[in-house]
């Protein structure tokens, strides 16, 4: 499989946890971001790394969440003392920037998501 | 930051039906994708369209950049089709995708 994969595919946790999610993009590409989803909205940004530099994170992600990316392969996002009001979908995509002929090409692919339950 | 507004955000259709779903936005783009979002969350890439007319079967999309809008049409509906359909754009200067709030369509045999 060639796309990008994230685990778990769903996480229940109490109040207070902390939650480490993984993103495995696709191997070529060096842009990784993080979203989140809550039901009925589309996703919200929340950061952004290009190889292994967190280039820039949204006001949405508060001092309990942090991301990394060691290496600029795989990426982890903990959120710590979860509250109920973390429950969402948690996605993940990549990018690649291709030049060609024609133009610049930014087409960003989505993983299937962390769906996160906190009770 | 650029808003984006998706209409209608629901839509019933019988099967076989054609639908036109809009997309508009509020400031120049680098990127325009749209999205089907399945009933298990799995983002679809649909088209990566920052401008032009691109066709994929019985779906097509047209985006006039200089209008700042974007249309996706749906030809001869099937229920598999059902799912949101979100329009994502990404504006000068940033580097995330901004979503809409998505058009939601359910197909009925």
């Known amino acids: 499989d060639t796309g990008v994969s994230q685990n778990p595919r769903h996480k229940i946790t109490k109040r207070g946890q902390n939650v480490t999610f993984r993103c495995d993009p696709i191997s070529e590409h060096n842009r990784l971001y993080w979203y989140r989803q809550t039901l009925g909205q589309g996703p919200e940004f929340l950061t952004y790394f290009q190889n292994e530099a967190q280039l820039e994170k949204s006001r949405l992600l508060s001092d309990r969440f942090s991301a990394e990316r060691p290496k600029g392969s795989f990426s982890t996002l903990e959120i710590q003392r979860t509250e109920q009001g973390d429950s969402a979908m948690y996605l993940c995509a990549s990018r690649a920037l291709i030049s060609t002929g024609t133009g610049t090409y930014n087409e960003q692919f989505f993983g299937p998501g962390t769906r996160l339950t906190v009770l | 930051g650029i808003q984006v507004e998706q209409s209608p955000p629901d839509l019933i259709l019988q099967e076989g039906a054609n639908s036109t779903l809009r997309c508009n936005f509020s400031?120049?783009?680098?990127?325009l994708q749209w999205f089907h979002q399945n009933p298990w969350g799995q983002l679809i890439n649909l088209f990566y369209i920052p401008s032009g007319t691109k066709q994929n079967g019985r779906l097509s999309a047209t985006t006039v950049a200089t209008e700042r809008y974007s249309l996706l049409y749906i030809s001869s509906s099937q229920t598999t089709d059902s799912g949101v359909y979100f329009c994502a754009v990404r504006g000068a200067g940033s580097y995330q995708l901004t979503f809409g709030k998505g058009t939601k369509l359910s197909v009925i045999p």
């Open positions: 400031d120049s783009v680098n990127n």
